[in-house]
């Protein structure tokens, strides 16, 4: 059963951003899924966060093997004002079932928009914990599995989120920044 939630009901309609989660529930092994979001007018939103591989037109290309793939997660913003209250996005999903049955379903989510200087947006916390998985770095090797496999040791560095470079609202909003990822460092402030 497909269920789709976003990080925050209400975003800022200026620069705002937000998370769009689509569980795609119980996909049978061996099944093949095709994930299509449309945007409503003076929106983006990025590739999924999952990685999975996504066609010329956006359309995000799934295979079910093992348990990796059970959702996608795009992030969703607006870079300008938009006109109107709530903006709706339509979200189809195609599946070819491992003995060749195709099923289509489509469905229309909205979230609001808020025109307030400061609110205090309410958090999906879940929705937060998936977002926050996907942004973690991955596991470092352990230090005697690389010593014997090769003489110079890995060592996975987190990603730099440069706050520099967001203006003050979206370093407030952005999951990303939120601790532990936003650096207490001089270079960054």
């Known amino acids: 059963m497909m269920e789709l939630k976003w990080a925050k009901r209400v975003m800022e309609h200026e620069e705002g951003m937000n998370h769009l989660w689509i569980s795609l529930g119980?996909?049978?092994?061996?099944?093949?899924?095709?994930?299509?979001?449309?945007?409503?007018?003076?929106?983006?939103?990025?590739?999924?966060?999952?990685?999975?591989?996504?066609?010329?037109?956006?359309?995000?290309?799934?295979?079910r093997t093992g348990v990796s793939a059970r959702d996608v997660v795009y992030e969703v913003g607006v870079r300008s004002g938009v006109?109107?209250?709530?903006?709706?996005?339509?979200?189809?999903?195609?599946?070819?079932?491992?003995?060749?049955?195709?099923?289509?379903?489509?469905?229309l989510t909205r979230v609001g928009l808020s025109r307030e200087e400061a609110f205090d947006p309410m958090l999906d916390e879940e929705v937060v914990a998936r977002v926050a998985s996907l942004l973690a770095p991955p596991a470092?090797?352990?230090?005697?599995?690389?010593?014997?496999?090769?003489p110079w040791p890995c060592v996975t560095v987190p990603p730099v989120i440069r706050t520099a470079e967001l203006s003050e609202w979206e370093q407030k909003y952005r999951i990303d920044c939120r601790p532990p990822y936003r650096l207490a460092s001089p270079f960054f402030e």
Request: proline share 8%.
């Open 26 to 63: 119980d996909l049978p092994e061996g099944s093949q899924a095709e994930v299509e979001v449309e945007c409503p007018a003076g929106f983006y939103r990025s590739k999924n966060l999952n990685g999975y591989p996504e066609s010329a037109d956006g359309t995000a290309r799934i295979a």
């Open 83 to 107: 006109p109107y209250e709530s903006a709706d996005f339509r979200i189809r999903i195609r599946c070819t079932g491992p003995d060749g049955h195709r099923s289509e379903r489509e469905c």
């Open 140 to 150: 470092a090797i352990p230090e005697e599995e690389t010593a014997e496999r090769d």
